[in-house]
C-alpha cells in the first residue's frame, strides 16, 4: 500500500476522516468526490491526482488520455 503524499492539514484531515490514507483507497473515489470535501482544494486535487498517476492509478472518473 503506498501512503498518500504529504498534504496541507485541512486536506489531511478530510481525508483521514473518509478513512483514505494510500494511494489505493484514494483511487476507488471519483475526483468530484474527492475535491467535494472540505479542505481539498484544486492545488491538493492535482498533487494527489500525480502521485495517483506516478504508481499507475486514476481516480474512478479519469479518462485515459494518450
Do not use: N, W
Not at 498534504?7 to 474527492?34: F, G, H, M, N, W
Not at 506516478?54 to 479518462?63: A, I, P, V, Y
Amino acid at each position: 500500500m503506498t501512503p498518500l503524499p504529504k498534504c496541507p492539514a485541512p486536506a489531511e484531515r478530510a481525508l483521514a476522516a473518509a478513512y483514505i490514507d494510500t494511494l489505493e483507497q484514494l483511487a476507488t473515489y471519483s475526483k468530484t468526490e474527492i475535491a467535494a470535501m472540505h479542505g481539498i482544494g484544486p492545488k491538493v486535487l492535482q498533487v494527489l491526482e500525480c502521485a495517483l498517476v506516478k504508481q499507475g492509478l486514476q481516480f474512478t472518473d479519469s479518462e485515459l488520455t494518450s
